[in-house]
């Protein structure tokens, strides 16, 4: 079904009041203007005894979750975690379902739209263990404004799964993509598509407001403990126009239109679904969030190691399908062009890597006079701090406000034992082309073990908000002088930083010198002569500056985020499981972040994950993995007096420990 114009409805407000009387309708609403940032704390957060844990996932296209989103989902599916898969376009853009070596058959937007759920259908089908053409139970699924959209369940062995199809187009009549000109045009409404052989018999129209409107209802329907997005922010990428378009990529940045269009969607749907609850009085949703890259894998180096993409792939070859298929559906049975070997062999390789968009989105720890540790994070967009009563018994979180922010918290403890926290605040996040900004933000404590002050703006390295969207996780590090070294990745993917002095004066940003690009990740640390090293990983080898000096170390090229401590370098060879430290394999097989320390009693002590998705631990010359206990959304090391500590988040949004 093709999309309709877009319908423009400025005109003058006297022309509007006279047709609206005559025509007996109504105006439609005024815009809502997206919540502003809300940085007091004191908020009531949704108590851990009344929620379970799901996962809410958004994607732009019938595979992104795939593509992007795996392995993460598939490791908390694996663990029981039941999820809602949303995608908000009906994926029908040329409604050619190709398939290789054969001629191209003529358009069927609805044909080839169906084609792709039955894919989804059929790979999700297998995610669960069960065969590629199980039944689903197909239903309409009333939305905010009477909006329809097809939800499709299957449930086996107590593990469920929702796919919901919202079936925007992606393309206007004008072939404009629909979603970024969604995004900013305040006149704009978009008609839906009907996708052959849906329960969904009659098309919807959507404006900006109507489908943040559509997405905060699914939030507070589902209410998901983990929620998992696109990238909002993709890099800069500058190249040549016929590059660009062979890979699908919008002009200047490394991601397709419809992902930081649906990215921007889903922030500003989280920013106001927690407003709401604040304006009503009610709890803060307990949930985290991570954003996954999209098409930023085809620049950089690969990350996920063999058995790990092993896994990932054979996810699509179901999704992909084949024509020879006899699956009951006559639209077709699968994306034909996404089947068999297709997803090895493409030199896009967007299936080899998972990149989070803010890397380290792990709990940050301090451990009290008494030995008891305190966990901060971002829990509902805001941060939080949990208490250990006991070893391993948590306390329900606290609100600390600051929110909204982005999901990872850098972190640093004062010679006297005060913590600072470190977050990138969205500032603004509005369409219509509205402002749209990002500024780092401190919260530091008042005396050690107590309250804190109130939440201060740090600014951003980058002058321009669109350059400011691009900055990347803070991390921070005292110095042995008292000094605070905070990093950030900025828009020209370079490193700025700025320092605290001893007696809290802050200077001004500078970005560090060197040319290379390096992705974000930043790894940080003090050596025992007391000097700050930090590292990232490169395009063409692992950068390395002490005391803000770039050394030229020849250091090796790194597929992943890499770790350090002490003043040494821990990372992965592209594509390998193996982790590298100083002295060669470090003896921790993994993929992902790692997480590195050092203490005199323990030396480095090492965590990571196993390619099997579980947590390990390198210590003393032994590895171990936790085999039992709640699944590890993100997890954090800490060394004491007693060993080693874990400190992991949980898919419900409850901290766990583990003392290996």
Known sequence: MQPTPPRRRAVLAAALAATTAAAGCSVPEPRRATPTADPAPGKPIADARTRRALVLQFSAHPDDDLYFMNPDTQRLLDAGVPLVSVYVTAGEHTGRNRIAGMPETPPDRAAYSAARHQGLRQSYAVALGLPVFTSWRRETLTLPGGRRAEVDTLTHGGRRIELVFLNLPMHTSRRYMALPALWDDRALELRTHLSAGSPVARADTYDYDQLVGALVGLLSRYRPTVVHTLDPDPDVQHGDDATRRRNSEQPGYSDHGDHTAVGCFTWAALCRWVSD??????????????????????????????????????????????????????????????GGDRPLTNHKGWVRSTHHRWPGARPALAEGPDGRLTAYGVLGLRAVRWRESAPGVWSEPTDLGGGPLAPALGSAVLADGRVLLFGVRFAALDGHGGANRREVVLLEQRSPGGPFLAWRGLGCPERRDDRGRRIGAPVAVTAPDGRVHLFVRNADKGVSTRVRAADGAWGPWRALPGTAEVQDGLAVSVDAAGRVHLYAAGRESVRHWVDGVEREDGLPLSGSTVASAGGELYHRAPAAAALLGPDGDAGLDGYGDVVAARSAPLGTVLLGTHTDGRVTVRAGGRLRTRTTGPEAVSAALHLGADGATVVGLGADGHPWSWRP
Do not use: M
């Open 277 to 338: 609850a604040v304006r009503d009085g009610e709890p803060i949703p307990a949930f985290t969030a991570k954003a996954f890259r999209g098409y930023y894998n085809r620049h950089w180096p690969k990350n996920l190691p063999p058995a790990v993409l092993e896994e990932k792939a054979a996810r699509l070859v179901p999704y992909g399908g084949d024509p020879s298929w006899q699956c009951g559906n006559p639209a077709g049975c699968g994306d034909y062009g996404v």
